[in-house]
């Protein structure tokens, strides 16, 4: 079981910087891949960015160039740096953490609470 406490979102006005962090704990394996998804009212949770264990980055093309990804080195914190944040970036962001086999196949998916961010207009 693998245990993510999310923090850090809020409101603020277009044009703005938030950052979002995420904490792991219990069984995280070596290969797996971190990251963020985004949930609007009334739509789909859409990936927002990811990193894996070896600090790979992937980003949506909605946030490239305004979302930075980061994990630290123990691998077990990630956090999304958004800068220039627009009202179509409002929603619920959830934190994943994705075991993998030594072929990158996952086996586990964990999912934090959720926490959410408003953006102004």
């Known amino acids: 079981q693998v245990q993510l406490v999310e923090s850090g979102g809020g409101v603020v006005q277009s044009g703005g910087s938030l950052t979002l962090s995420c904490a792991a704990s219990g069984n995280i394996r070596n290969n797996n891949i971190m990251g963020w998804y985004r949930q609007a009212l009334g739509k789909q949770r859409e990936l927002v960015a990811t990193?894996?264990?070896?600090?790979?980055?992937t980003y949506a093309d909605s946030v490239k160039g305004r979302f930075t990804i980061h994990r630290d080195g123990t691998g077990d914190t990630v956090r999304l740096q958004m800068n220039d944040l627009q009202p179509e970036d409002t929603g619920v962001y959830y934190c994943?953490?994705?075991?993998?086999?030594?072929?990158?196949?996952?086996?586990?998916?964990?999912w934090g609470q959720g926490t959410q961010v408003t953006v102004s207009s």
């Open positions: 990193i894996t264990s070896y600090k790979y980055p």
């Open positions: 994943n953490t994705r075991n993998r086999d030594p072929g990158n196949n996952p086996t586990d998916d964990f």
